[in-house]
């Protein structure tokens, strides 16, 4: 699921607030300027891009390392007016009250923290905007941060993302400290050069790049300027040093820290009203005390004394009389991987009272009964991550069946994009009784500790008692939201299918996939080989920087790109260099060889299960937000098939008994069969009710020729353009694509728009829907909010609107193949077929098939598959089968 994280300046900020604010006070007398602009930002920010996490970071303090290589540092600041300095403290109650994080530490600055956690955050593949005033954090901006810059005082915020720096600056992000480094910034007293502003810096950064470049080619400049720079040499070395953000700071903070689930009313209420701010009441329809009938949801509800009875095996019979009455329970565990996870123990709930039980009196032959009630698949079974439940017990020997409710998964339907779905921000979101957090429960990394059952089974049964509270809650918004048959029919189904699929895994070839190993590393020795050879030298191919040295200056290649350390060598660099020298074709080729080597080869190997020799992925239902599945220990989706050297990979998996075959069907063109159905395009549906090459149809109609005219090149390009419009592709992604011009991509688009209409009606429409709605559908009510759909920021806007053209479209294929899944578990259950359902990868099923069940499984496959969801067009399920996957393919 898609997060947005805001990281913002707090002293940066609140001082710009405090300067562009007319004065005010509150009857105490005290100064609110600064923090009323800075609320007011604040609010804007929160309606624009509707973050799930936020943190405001502070300096501590006015000394911080920096001063220890330059006293001087910030020397020249006038001291901060006590009009300003008395609003610090008001502000940081105000976050709190707002419930949005806030973090100092002694010996560094406010952008320190920030660079820290946006380069945490990003790892983790997190979207991150930071809010400053200070262009310094320019430098930050990637793919994934961008970096607001405040004008208008604070009123106004001009986001910048790598292309804007291009074009403002002529500049990569981090550049902008080598701007810094030569001109100096006078309100940090950094020196820089003298004489040296803006313009003369980018002049200079555009004709050598860097501080260092500079510096090292003063040969090449005249005059004054040349005495100037390499008289301040050092001073310009110093302040790039100065200027550079630390990306390393010891934080104590984690993700979830920084979760941000809206504004409550009943803190956010009364913060305001202690400022007096009460025009931002009114805007936000706040009372001052908080308790606003409008806004139920959001209140607190009063804390509720929760009983559990922590049994032993001379009391387990307490439960057993008491199994009847059971309506929620919950399973604790810890470690990631639910194949491998520690039973801690499980909390079973009846309205009234909660029993604890520990998982070694859970294994005990007192529990007995217990353990039957667990199995019962008759009885249901209502808690949270029910599947991962079923997995953790199954490998202690526990049988776990008849899951009926799970509040998580619940919670992802009702919310797909929020990215924090454990019981204790659930229990939050809906303003139910307070849950200590497991970190305040257990502790972390190293600190991590189970504590005494008192404590325990006391923080268990909270969240069982949450688990119950949530129930009646979300079952009104599953049916208000026409989800309820989504999440009773589909989704709750698939969870234990899914199980049973982990549970069964797949078998593993070891000594196939070990020689498999060795093939790969012969090429890689042959490729390294070759590559020394022709380069005339030994070099370590996996260092950026040497392999730069020999492609572009030993060779001579022409530069694509430079980074803050040198040449780039990234992928989108060699594949533009390949048809320039042979080398950089095997380069390559090398990567791609070590890649499948070190994640395919070494990787299975360590996941093999020394007990059944197979490889048991786990499957995530909770976390794409267009409804796919995710595979994780390992991820068996992901294996490159375009190359052969990938598609080898799959020999390794083969069926677990002796005359069995893998047997794999997958859809044929799912996504853009979808796409005929929803937009009503006359074209379209025609090529499939005809069952017709989409691509070549696709060319006879953007080319306007006959199916016997349509070359190579034309079906080449209609085929980029059909999966391209799936995804909302612009003009820029379609001509990479294509390598042709982006002038040709738009005229390519217009063409593809004029002869299928249907589908330009349908995305026109559907970006409209969703900025009346700030969501869009699958055909199986599948909902995904899109909170920047309207936004002012052009960039934010359009990935919301692409977002919208797309998950309606790939939302219902991963509808489509889940109901399969489900339809296809009960054909083999009411047949009473031994043949398994092993694996799902996109939109391909993968089984393990008997000889004598092989040939009704090749026509039963497909015809469910076919069958699934009916469409204005046929589904179409290709099958094939062999001894293995790859035969299979």
């Known amino acids: 699921m898609s997060s947005k994280l805001i990281l913002i300046d707090g002293n940066s900020i609140i001082y710009r607030a405090f300067f562009a604010m007319p004065p005010l006070t509150n009857n105490k007398g005290l100064h609110t300027n600064a923090v009323y602009g800075f609320t007011n930002m604040l609010l804007r920010l929160i309606e624009d891009h509707k973050p799930t996490h936020m943190m405001v970071a502070f300096d501590a303090g006015k000394i911080t390392f920096r001063h220890e290589g330059y006293q001087e540092y910030k020397g020249g600041r006038e001291k901060t007016p006590p009009e300003l300095s008395e609003q610090f403290p008001l502000l940081k109650e105000l976050l709190q009250g707002f419930g949005i994080s806030q973090f100092e530490l002694s010996g560094y600055e406010a952008d320190d923290i920030i660079g820290t956690v946006s380069r945490i955050a990003e790892e983790a593949g997190h979207q991150i ?5 200070d262009k310094d954090m320019l430098q930050l901006a990637s793919d994934h941060v961008q970096v607001g810059l405040t004008r208008k005082g604070v009123t106004e915020i001009e986001t910048y993302a790598p292309e804007q720096i291009q074009e403002r600056y002529g500049l990569t992000p981090l550049q902008i400290i080598d701007l810094k480094g030569l001109m100096g910034d006078a309100s940090d007293n950094i020196p820089g050069i003298p004489g040296v502003g803006e313009k003369t810096a980018l002049k200079l950064l555009h004709q050598f790049g860097s501080v260092e470049e500079v510096l ?3 040969s090449e400049l005249k005059g004054k300027m040349k ?35 809206g504004l409550k009313e009943e803190t956010a209420g009364p913060a305001l009203a202690k400022l007096e701010f009460k025009s931002l009441l009114e805007r936000l329809s706040f009372k001052a005390d908080g308790s606003n009938p409008d806004h139920p949801a959001q209140e607190q509800a009063p804390a509720k004394e929760i009983k559990v009875e922590i049994l032993d095996e001379e009391h387990i019979h307490v439960l057993v009389e008491a199994l009847s009455t059971i309506e929620a329970l919950h399973v604790e565990t810890n470690g990631d991987n639910p194949h491998h996870a520690d039973v801690i123990g499980a909390v079973f709930s009846s309205p009234e009272q909660h029993y604890y039980v520990s998982y070694e009196l859970l294994k005990t032959e007192e529990a007995e009964p ?8 008759d009885i249901p079974k209502r808690g949270y991550d029910l599947h991962r439940t079923d ?15 799970d509040v998580q998964l619940a919670a992802y339907l009702l919310d797909p994009t929020e990215s924090n779905q454990n019981v204790h921000a659930l229990a939050a979101k809906y303003g139910l009784q307070f849950l200590a957090s497991d970190e305040e429960v257990y502790g972390k990394g190293a600190k991590y500790k189970v504590p005494e059952d008192e404590v325990l089974s006391k923080h268990m049964a909270a969240k069982s008692a949450a688990i119950l509270d949530l129930i009646p809650q979300q079952e009104r918004e599953l049916e208000g939201n026409e989800m309820a048959s989504l999440f009773h029919d589909l989704e709750m ?43 005339g030298t030994e070099f370590n191919l996996n260092s950026p920087k040497q392999l730069g040295e020999i492609l572009f200056v030993k060779l001579g290649l022409p530069v694509v790109k430079k980074t803050k350390t040198g040449y780039s060598t990234d992928a989108e660099v060699l594949e533009k260099l390949a048809p320039y020298h042979d080398v950089v074709r095997l380069i390559l080729q090398y990567r791609t060889i070590a890649k499948l080597q070190s994640t395919y080869v070494e990787g299975l190997l360590k996941e093999i299960s020394p007990e059944t020799g197979k490889v048991h992925t786990y499957y995530r239902q909770t976390i794409a937000a267009t409804g796919r599945l995710s595979s994780q220990y390992p991820n068996l989706q992901n294996i490159p098939i375009r190359l052969e050297e990938g598609r080898k990979i799959r020999k390794v998996f083969v069926p677990s008994e ?14 853009l069969r979808v796409l005929a159905h929803i937009s009503d395009d006359k074209g379209l549906k025609e090529a499939f009710l005809h069952d017709m090459d989409i691509h070549t149809k696709t060319a006879m109609d953007v080319f306007g020729v006959q199916a016997e005219e349509v070359d190579s090149n034309m079906r080449r390009s209609a085929k980029a353009v059909n999966f391209g419009i799936v995804y909302g592709i612009s003009d820029y992604g379609l001509s990479q694509n294509l390598n042709i011009t982006r002038k040709e991509a738009a005229r390519f688009i217009d063409q593809y728009f004029d002869a299928f209409s249907g589908v330009r009606r349908y995305m026109d429409d559907i970006v409209k829907d969703a900025k009346r709605d700030g969501y869009v559908t699958t055909l199986l009510e599948r909902r995904r909010y899109l909170p920047e759909i309207n936004a002012s920021n052009f960039n934010l806007r359009s990935f919301a609107e692409r977002t919208a053209m797309n998950t309606p479209i790939q939302g219902t294929a991963a509808d489509i193949i889940k109901l399969a899944m489900v339809h296809m578990d009960a054909a083999l259950a009411e047949k009473k077929l031994k043949s398994r359902m092993l694996l799902q990868v996109h939109d391909e099923l993968v089984f393990e098939v008997p000889a004598d069940e092989l040939e009704l499984m090749k026509k039963l496959v497909p015809e469910t598959m076919e069958k699934a969801l009916a469409l204005s067009v046929p589904l179409k399920a290709e099958v094939s089968y062999g001894m293995n996957w790859y035969e299979a393919k």
């Open 227 to 261: 005495e100037k720079i390499e008289t301040h040499a050092d001073d310009a070395v110093m302040s790039k040093k100065l200027a550079t953000i630390y990306r390393e700071v010891p934080l104590d903070k984690s993700f979830d820290d920084m979760n941000f689930n």
């Open 370 to 377: 217990v353990r039957k009630w667990l199995a019962d698949q």
């Open 493 to 535: 189904p698939l969870s234990r299918i899914l199980a049973d699929m982990e549970k069964q895994g797949i078998s593993v070839n070891k000594n196939d996939l070990t020689e498999l190993g060795k093939e790969f590393e012969g090429q890689i020795s042959e490729l390294v080989k070759e590559i020394y050879e022709i380069a």
């Open 129 to 133: 905007l930071v809010v400053t005033g």
């Open 216 to 218: 090292a080619n003063t």
């Open 658 to 671: 002796p005359d069995w075959h893998i047997l794999a069907a997958d859809y044929s063109q799912i996504e």
């Open 391 to 405: 997995l953790a017990l199954h490998w202690k020997g526990i049988a776990f069946a008849g899951a009926s409710f």
